[in-house]
């Protein structure tokens, strides 16, 4: 399976602070964005990915991460000239793609959990043994922003609905998808909303409607954070430092994950620490091996 990381868009409920950076480039605690979606592909074991974003921030994507071999990854880029909706992404990345499957995270979205690595895991299955789209709902108090699971009374899925007047459940349709190579023929065929974009809803009810659509419900225990406005960072950073601080552990650490993983060997973490500047988070790392 590959994945793609959506780090596009106009970031216009950040101005004016994208004006000059990507969204996805912003700090959230110690880290920047992008981190926290790169992790989730990581601990779902996906290791070839793609960064989807406009054309005057991809050399800083570039900068940041290279091609991923420090992370014993591939990571490769590609242009959205313009917002076309989420679904754009797969016809953007066909080539990318090719025969496999697909994960796609958005960029502003955050993931934390015992037992995430796990879900992340079984979604992959779902795709990859029972040829089933796989997404995931949680329960949020403003379901008008997003894209609202509608259930019935045996909490079977009826419909998903684009960011609806009048949300039939509490349930928003987080950023996170898993999909069969499927996606990309589907992709071709929907046709742009009102808002003029290629939806992802309209994706994931063509799965519905075929009964090819697996829909997990994050608990209490997961966390699922949207920060895609100054609130929102402000509120995640918080939330990433509380945890770090009370557990002495880093969330979304991407070079921590890439050595459990045995993406890369001690000796290259190793290196790859030794290389760093010296700080807190470079000294967290060292810590790990005792370096």
Known sequence: ???????????????????G??????CVYDKPMIYYPLSTLLLAGIKEILIISSPNYLSNYRKLLGNGNQLGVEISYAEQLKPEGLAHAFIIAEDF?????????LGDNIFHGNGLDELLIKAVTNVEKFKKAN????????????GVLNFDKDNNVKSIEEKPLIPKSNYAVVGLY???????????KIKPSGRGELEITSINNTYLKNNELKVELMGS??????????????????????IEK???????????????????TTNDFEMMVKNMFKNEYSKYLSNILNI
């Open 97 to 105: 793609i090719g025969s496999d499957d697909v994960c796609m995270v």
């Open 221 to 242: 225990g997961f966390t699922w954070l949207d920060t895609g406005t100054p609130d929102s960072i402000l509120e995640a950073s918080n939330f990433i430092q509380a």
């Open 246 to 264: 009370r557990q002495g552990l880093k969330v979304a650490c991407i070079e921590e994950i890439a050595l459990n993983k045995g993406y890369i």
């Open 135 to 146: 997404i995931f709902g949680y329960y949020v108090n403003d379901p008008e922003r997003y």
């Open 21 to 26: 950076v990507s969204k996805q480039l912003l």
């Open 178 to 188: 898993f999909y069969p190579n499927s996606v990309i023929k589907i992709s071709k």
């Open 1 to 19: 399976m590959k994945g793609i990381i959506l780090a596009g868009g106009n970031g216009t409920r950040m101005y004016p602070i994208t004006k």
